[in-house]
């Protein structure tokens, strides 16, 4: 059973710029969350989505947004990059049906923003 | 808002030893789940160990085990017979089931290495 597969891995944008990272849930999954890991802040919740709908939000900037496609694959986009957008993204899945606690993690994709 | 405290950015343990990481948390809610997750080098972030709040009884995994301490918002993490793959960094986790469900609060991680 293939694991949560992210793409691209690694990329290098340039301040102002937008970017869009992609999610793909083990199958059957249809719940997908986004986690951003940086040195300073550590891991912090972005979005939580299930069935296309965002259900849970975390504390950033408008400038970060998700969706969420009939497949369960996602997507976030980051407009107008910051420095300090330089981060590990870290995307989840679970599985579908009640609450069972347990995500499962991607490699992540690698951002830096020069 | 739920807090998760891990006071120990750094641990070392001799290969076969046991070493014990800390972790403690700050929450309203009863019921909730909390997590050890391990994330090597490679950074697949691989879950260790689950506990649900409501089960007294220390969760087991192998050589992983925990002390959960629910008065004292305690979780800690035991490894047994350290082996050099244990080498990674360590993030205890938090998830409630109120309107924060299905989000997890992390620790800041503990980097623990097995030395041979």
């Known amino acids: 059973k293939a694991g949560v597969t992210q793409t691209p891995r690694y990329l290098i944008k340039t301040r102002g710029q937008q970017v869009t990272l992609s999610c793909s849930p083990i199958?059957?999954?249809?719940?997908v969350s986004w986690y951003q890991q940086t040195p300073g802040q550590g891991l912090q919740f972005l979005f939580e989505?299930?069935?296309?709908?965002?259900?849970n939000k975390g504390n950033f900037p408008g400038r970060f947004s998700g969706r969420q496609f009939s497949n369960s694959r996602s997507e976030m986009n980051v407009s107008t990059l910051e420095l300090g957008d330089s981060a590990l993204y870290l995307c989840?899945?679970?599985?579908?049906?009640?609450?069972?606690?347990?995500?499962?993690f991607g490699e992540g994709s690698r951002l830096t923003v020069l | 808002a739920q807090t998760v405290t891990q006071s120990q950015p750094e641990m070392s343990v001799q290969e076969a030893e046991t070493v014990t990481l800390s972790c403690t948390y700050d929450?309203?809610?009863?019921?909730?789940?909390l997590f050890w997750y391990k994330q090597p080098p490679s950074r697949q972030m691989i879950l260790v160990i689950r506990?649900?709040?409501?089960?007294?009884q220390n969760a087991t995994e192998n050589r992983f085990s925990v002390n959960f301490q629910k008065a004292a918002k305690s979780f800690s993490l035991k490894i047994s017979d350290s082996q050099l793959g244990d080498t990674a960094m360590y993030f205890c986790?938090?998830?409630?089931?109120?309107?924060?469900?299905?989000?997890?609060?992390f620790g800041s991680g503990t980097q623990l290495t097995v030395l041979p």
């Open positions: 989840a899945s679970s599985r579908t049906g009640e609450y069972t606690g347990e995500l499962f």
């Open positions: 199958s059957g999954h249809r719940s």
């Open positions: 989505y299930f069935s296309e709908t965002q259900r």
């Open positions: 929450t309203s809610e009863s019921n909730y789940y």
């Open positions: 506990q649900e709040a409501y089960k007294q």
């Open positions: 986790a938090f998830m409630g089931f109120s309107g924060s469900a299905r989000q997890l609060t």
